[in-house]
C-alpha cells in the first residue's frame, strides 16, 4: 500500500473489516510503546468520524520493576491529556510456572476479557505489518499449516480488532517523531531468551541482507493471502459441518460429536481435516497442544477398514470408532442416570437430546400406527393388560435378550446391535423398557412379541420416539 498515509491505511482497514461500527466501545490496550501509542493517537482522531467511544487499558506485568510503572505513568498521562477513561490491571506474571511470554498473553487476556463485559465492545491491539510477518516466519518454522500462515488476523472473534496490520513499524515511529509523540522502548523486546526477539533482530534481518530484501513484506503479503483463503474455507467447512457433524450431549454431558464416516468418505483429506478440527475445536473449546500429527491420526482410524479403534488426544479427549460412526467426545464420560421407574403417560428425555413418550389409548390402531410429525421411530403399541404394574426405562445390559415382534425367537440385543452397526459408545444407554430381566421394548429394534398388543386389543401403551 506503498504511497498511502498513515492514516489512509489505518482507515482502509478499518473499512474493509468492518472493524468500527458506529456505538461501539472501544478499548485501546496501551504498552506505552511507540505502536500502541500511535494507535491511540489514530482512533482519538478518527472517534468522531466513526461514533465509537474510547477508553485506555494498560496491564502491568510488574516484570521490569522501575520500567514497567514508568510504562503505566505514560499511559496514564496519555489518557489523561486525551481525557478519555484509563483502565489498568497487574499481575506477577514471573512468579507464574509456565513460559513466560504466554503467562503474560493469558494475564493481558484475562484483563481484557474482563474489560469486554463490562466496559468496551472490543479491544484494539496496536499490532503492526512487521508483527505480522514475524509471526507468519515463527509459525512456518513450527511447521503451521494454512490457518497458522493466515497469521495475525485483523479482526478475532473473541472481539479483538487490528487497526495497524497495514502499517509498518517504521511508519508507526516516522508518524509518532512528526508529532513529537513519546514512547516507552520496552528493554525486553532485546531478550534473545524470547524466540520472537531472535526472529525480529536475527533471522529477519540475514533473510533480508541473503536472500531477499522485501521478505517482510513478502511474511506479511502471504498471511494475507491465507487469511482470505482460510475465511472462506471456514465457512465452507462452518456450512458443512453444520449438516454432518452430530452434537449431542452424551451422558448428559456436554461437548461431544459424532459422524458418519460413509457422510465424509467422499471429501478430500483438506476437507476431511477441517471438518475434525471442527469437531475438536466444539468438543475441547479451543485447538491447543492439538497438532498436525493428531489430526493425521484421527484420519487414520477414519480410514481404518476394520470397524473399531480409540485414540486418546491431548485435552483428555478420547477419539472412537465403532462401524461406519467416529466420535470425538471428553474421555470418562458420566453414564446417564438410567434406570428410572415410569410414570406414564409421560415423555422421558434421552441423552442423545430426543425423548422417548408414553401415552395409553382405548385399542389399538386397525392399521400399523403413524408417528408424530416429528418422531423419528415407529410407534410400538403394547397390551396394557399383560404388562406388569411397575415398569422400568433403562440402558442396555450385557446378556440383555429377548423376542422382538415379528421374529420367531430370542435373540440377544449385542447381535443385533452388531447386525444394525450401532457404534459401541451407544449401546450403554440404549433405551429398554423391562420389569427387572424381561424386555418390554428396545430402540429401533420394537416391542418384544408377548406383549405386542393385536388387531383392535385394548387398551394399549403406545411407545414413540420423537422431540
Request: with cysteine.
Amino acid at each position: 500500500m506503498e504511497g498511502f498515509t498513515v492514516l489512509e491505511r489505518v482507515r482502509k482497514t478499518i473499512t474493509r473489516y468492518n472493524m468500527l461500527p458506529a456505538g461501539a466501545r472501544v478499548a485501546v490496550a496501551v504498552s506505552g510503546g511507540p505502536d500502541s501509542v500511535c494507535l491511540l493517537q489514530i482512533l482519538t482522531g478518527l472517534a468522531a468520524e466513526y461514533g465509537i467511544g474510547l477508553s485506555v487499558a494498560h496491564f502491568n506485568h510488574k516484570l521490569r520493576g522501575e520500567e514497567s510503572d514508568a510504562d503505566e505513568r505514560l499511559v496514564a498521562a496519555l489518557a489523561a491529556s486525551l481525557g478519555l477513561p484509563f483502565y489498568r490491571a497487574e499481575g506477577d506474571v514471573a512468579s507464574v510456572k509456565d513460559n513466560l511470554e504466554q503467562a503474560a498473553r493469558r494475564a493481558r487476556r484475562a484483563f481484557f476479557a474482563g474489560l469486554m463485559k463490562t466496559q468496551a465492545d472490543v479491544v484494539a491491539l496496536g499490532h503492526t505489518r512487521d508483527d505480522q510477518a514475524e509471526t507468519v516466519l515463527f509459525r512456518l518454522l513450527r511447521g503451521s499449516g494454512l490457518a497458522g500462515l493466515a497469521g495475525i488476523y485483523p479482526v478475532s472473534a473473541d472481539g479483538y480488532i487490528r487497526p495497524l496490520l497495514d502499517v509498518t513499524r517504521a511508519d508507526v515511529e516516522e508518524f509518532l517523531r512528526a508529532r513529537g509523540l513519546a514512547w516507552r522502548e520496552d528493554s525486553s523486546n532485546r531478550d534473545p531468551r524470547f524466540a520472537r526477539n531472535r526472529i525480529r533482530h536475527d533471522l529477519l534481518p540475514r533473510l533480508a541482507r541473503e536472500w531477499n530484501p522485501r521478505i517482510r513484506e513478502s511474511l506479511a503479503h502471504l498471511a494475507d493471502l491465507a487469511f482470505e483463503e482460510e475465511r472462506w474455507w471456514k465457512a465452507y467447512a462452518d456450512d458443512l459441518s453444520a449438516h454432518l457433524l452430530r452434537r449431542h450431549d452424551f451422558e448428559q454431558n456436554d461437548g461431544g460429536v459424532e459422524f458418519c464416516l460413509a457422510d465424509v468418505a467422499h471429501f478430500p483429506a483438506a476437507i476431511q481435516r477441517r471438518l475434525i478440527r471442527r469437531a475438536l475445536a466444539d468438543t475441547k473449546g479451543d485447538l491447543r497442544r492439538l497438532e498436525f500429527a493428531h489430526i493425521e491420526a484421527v484420519l487414520e482410524l477414519m480410514a481404518r477398514p476394520e470397524g473399531n479403534g480409540r485414540l486418546r488426544l491431548p485435552g483428555d479427549i478420547e477419539v472412537r470408532r465403532s462401524f461406519d460412526w467416529l466420535r470425538i467426545a471428553p474421555a470418562g464420560l458420566p453414564t446417564a442416570p438410567l434406570p428410572l421407574t415410569l410414570c406414564i403417560p409421560g415423555a422421558y428425555p434421552t441423552a442423545d437430546g430426543g425423548a422417548i413418550h408414553f401415552e395409553v389409548a382405548a385399542r389399538r390402531s386397525a392399521r400399523r400406527p403413524r408417528p408424530p410429525n416429528d418422531a423419528t421411530l415407529q410407534v410400538a403399541e403394547l397390551s396394557l393388560d399383560r404388562l406388569p404394574a411397575t415398569l422400568e426405562l433403562r440402558g442396555w445390559n450385557p446378556g440383555d435378550e429377548y423376542c422382538p415382534a415379528g421374529q420367531a425367537q430370542r435373540r440377544k440385543v449385542k447381535e443385533m446391535f452388531q447386525q444394525a452397526r450401532v457404534p459401541s459408545w451407544r449401546r450403554q444407554n440404549w433405551p429398554i423398557v423391562s420389569k427387572g430381566a424381561t424386555i418390554l421394548w428396545a430402540r429401533g429394534f420394537g416391542a418384544a412379541a408377548e406383549f405386542t398388543a393385536g388387531r383392535g386389543e385394548g387398551p394399549v401403551l403406545r411407545i414413540w420416539e420423537g422431540n
